[in-house]
C-alpha cells in the first residue's frame, strides 16, 4: 500500500522559511513522479512544483518561482520543498502527491496518490 507522509509544516511569520518533507513507501515502481498541491481555504487545489524520477523539475506559476524549490532525495524516496521568503497569501494545505509516470504535470487529477496534507501559516 503506498503511503505518502508530510512533514514540515507549522507557523512562520512573513519573510520566513519552512521545508516541507513527504516520505513515500509502498511505491513498487522507480518510474514516478513526486508533486506538491496546496489548497487554501474556499480556493481550489493549485498545482507548486513537481521533480520526475529522472529529476526533471516542473515549476509553478510565476509568483512562486524563485521562492520556492522542490528536491528529491532517491536513496529514501523522499521529496522536499524549500520555501522561502513566505508571504500571508501562501498560507494553505500543502499536500504531496505521486504520479506513476515519468513527466511531471499541473494537473492533480493526473496524480495517482495523495499524502494527508500539513498546515503551513503564514503570519503577517
Known amino acids: 500500500q503506498v503511503q505518502l507522509v508530510e512533514s514540515g509544516g507549522g507557523l512562520v511569520q512573513a519573510g520566513g522559511s519552512l521545508r516541507l518533507s513527504c516520505a513515500a513507501s509502498?511505491?513498487?515502481?522507480?518510474?514516478?513522479?513526486m508533486g506538491w498541491f496546496r489548497q487554501a481555504p474556499g480556493k481550489e487545489r493549485e498545482f507548486v512544483a513537481a521533480?520526475?524520477?529522472?529529476?526533471?523539475?516542473?515549476n509553478s506559476a510565476v509568483q512562486m518561482k524563485g521562492r520556492f524549490t522542490i528536491s528529491r532525495d532517491g536513496s529514501d524516496d523522499t521529496v522536499y520543498l524549500q520555501m522561502n521568503d513566505l508571504k500571508p497569501d501562501d498560507t494553505a494545505v500543502y499536500y504531496c502527491?505521486?504520479?506513476?509516470?515519468?513527466?511531471?504535470?499541473?494537473?492533480?487529477?493526473?496524480?495517482?496518490?495523495w499524502g494527508q496534507g500539513t498546515q503551513v501559516t503564514v503570519s503577517s
Open positions: 509502498g511505491l513498487t515502481s522507480r518510474t514516478y513522479t
Open positions: 502527491a505521486a504520479r506513476m509516470a515519468l513527466t511531471p504535470s499541473e494537473k492533480h487529477n493526473d496524480y495517482d496518490h
Open positions: 521533480i520526475s524520477d529522472l529529476h526533471d523539475i516542473h
